[in-house]
């Protein structure tokens, strides 16, 4: 599956690769649900997502990447990358995915936050420790303090990463708020 086209042109391509109809996808999915997503008109939840894959016989996941680029709401879009790893997917095409959400000047920048903090956070599970301090240093200067739970997560994961490179004294001096 390509990763760059959004969730709806890529099951339209994938259902008109295989000479399918709508109705023929639309085992769990509404016709019209279908339809609504391969035009853009709505964003399949990780579950109708999979039910579509299995319609068009595609292996289950094998919609996740352009669901990444697609999904606009924060928790969501940590799960998928939370699966996306459990389930083996390159971790070199997440964090080409979420650089691309970081760097799409048409999102807002709450949603290219984000993306930087879960770029963070599987850079952490790699143990890439020197990048997450540079991102999340970077990121802590960028986020305004009205974005409280975003912070929270930032100092975190800022705090964790200061302790893997055995720095506990600059975990201890995190400013909060902007100085």
Same mark, same amino acid.
């Given at each position: 599956m390509p990763t760059d086209i959004s969730i709806g042109k890529a099951i339209q391509r994938a259902r008109q690769a295989k000479g399918l109809k709508l109705r023929a996808v639309s085992r769990t999915v509404s016709v %019209?649900?279908?339809?609504? *997503?391969? !035009?853009?008109?709505?964003? @399949?939840?990780?579950?109708?997502?999979?039910? *579509?894959?299995?319609?068009?016989?595609?292996? @289950?996941?094998?919609?996740?990447?352009? &669901?990444l680029l697609s999904i606009h709401d924060d928790r969501q879009r940590t799960q998928l990358v939370d699966r996306l790893l459990a389930r083996g997917t390159g971790s070199k095409t997440v964090q080409h995915? &979420?650089?691309? *959400?970081? !760097?799409?000047?048409?999102?807002?920048?709450? !949603?290219?936050?984000?993306?930087?903090? &879960? &770029?963070?956070?599987?850079? %952490?599970?790699?143990?890439?420790?020197?990048?997450?301090? *540079?991102?999340l240093e970077h990121l802590l200067g960028q986020?305004? @303090?009205?974005?409280?739970?975003l912070r929270v997560l930032i100092l975190s994961t800022l705090g964790q990463a200061y302790l893997h490179q055995n720095q506990p004294q600059r975990s201890l001096k995190i400013p909060y708020s902007k100085q």
């Open positions: %019209a649900t279908l339809n609504a *997503i391969e !035009h853009g008109r709505m964003i @399949p939840s990780l579950t109708v997502a999979d039910a *579509i894959a299995a319609g068009l016989g595609l292996m @289950p996941g094998a919609l996740d990447v352009p &669901l995915t &979420l650089r691309r *959400i970081m !760097h799409d000047t048409e999102r807002s920048p709450r !949603h290219r936050r984000h993306a930087q903090w &879960l &770029l963070a956070r599987l850079l %952490a599970q790699r143990g890439s420790w020197r990048r997450v301090v *540079i991102l986020t305004p @303090p009205s974005c409280g739970a």
